[in-house]
């Protein structure tokens, strides 16, 4: 990564989701998402949650 991503990333996390821990719960839940994604193992909501967070790290990380 270069200086403007870091930069890039770092603002994308603390206007998305305040702090790096909060992003971290997203990626560890997706983990999760992972082995266990099936009908009713998670709330729609969560799964969209995930998906924004790591949209948007694809996005930064162009």
């Known amino acids: ?3 403007i991503q870091i ?3 770092q603002a994308w996390i603390t206007d998305t989701y305040g702090t790096p821990e909060v992003l ?3 990626f560890d839940l997706a983990v999760e998402m992972l082995f266990y994604l099936e009908k009713d193992a998670f709330e729609q909501i969560e799964v969209q949650d995930v998906v924004t967070a790591l949209k948007g790290i694809k ?3 162009g």
Do not use: F, G, P, W
């Open 1 to 3: 990564m270069n200086e």
């Open 7 to 9: 930069t890039q990333l």
């Open 24 to 26: 971290a719960h997203y």
């Open 59 to 61: 996005r930064v990380l």
